[in-house]
């Protein structure tokens, strides 16, 4: 099992690009989280999903949009860019409560 | 927010133990006490997992009061490579909707 996998590792956008980080999941499981780390700080939720096709806000969503059509798939939509969305965005899924994380994807909005 | 407490940082000699705290003061009947640990800007990893029994595993021992307000991740022997940002966390055992991380406890390991 590759486990969680995001894609890219790195991007730089410049302010008001659209982008979508993807993340794909194989181990079946129906709960998937978005959550992005500043520099210093602890995770913040962004979107989770319960399962195909139900999706949730966070503690920070605005800027940001999910999807979930099939239950290994939960990508995160960025609309226009900002500088203040530059930021690690690391997703995770999990059947029960343990999480399982990506290996992250950097972002820069410059 | 986070529905645990941590203190920010501390510091420990390398192959003594470290003994991180954590509040619960929220924690519901249903919750387990999960602890995760994020090296550098790698993903977080899980480490461990109980709801009200001390639990053991190759990587660490945790211990959680009776009244389940306050639990204790311990390494045993802590080496550099256990210097990273500790989380506690309370979530659901059968899957969980919101899971709020705070900003954890850096341990520095000290040679």
């Known amino acids: 099992n590759a486990g969680v996998t995001q894609t890219p590792k790195f991007r730089i956008l410049k302010i008001g690009q659209s982008m979508t980080l993807q993340c794909t999941q194989d181990m079946n499981h129906n709960y998937m989280y978005w959550y992005r780390q500043d520099p210093g700080m602890g995770l913040k939720l962004i979107y989770y999903?319960?399962?195909?096709?139900?999706?949730d806000k966070g503690e920070v969503p605005n800027g940001y949009n999910v999807s979930r059509s099939t239950t290994e798939d939960f990508p995160l939509r960025l609309e226009l860019a900002a500088p203040s969305q530059t930021s690690v965005y690391f997703c995770a899924s999990s059947a029960t409560g343990k999480l399982f994380f990506g290996s992250g994807t950097q972002l820069s909005v410059l | 927010d986070a529905k645990t407490t941590q203190p920010p940082s501390m510091d420990c000699a390398e192959g003594r133990a470290a003994n991180l705290p954590c509040n619960h003061s929220?924690?519901?009947?249903?919750?387990?006490v999960y602890w995760y640990r994020q090296i550098h800007s790698q993903g977080p990893q899980y480490i461990i997992h109980?709801?009200?029994n001390n639990e053991t595993n190759e990587m660490a021992s945790l211990i959680i009061t009776e009244d389940r307000k306050s639990s204790t991740l311990i390494l045993p022997h802590a080496t550099l490579r256990d210097t990273a940002v500790y989380y506690c966390?309370?979530?659901?055992?059968?899957?969980?909707?919101?899971?709020?991380f705070g900003t954890g406890t850096r341990l520095t390991v000290i040679p």
């Open positions: 109980g709801l009200k």
């Open positions: 966390i309370d979530s659901p055992g059968s899957g969980a909707n919101n899971l709020f």
């Open positions: 929220t924690i519901s009947g249903n919750e387990y």
């Open positions: 999903s319960v399962g195909a096709g139900i999706t």
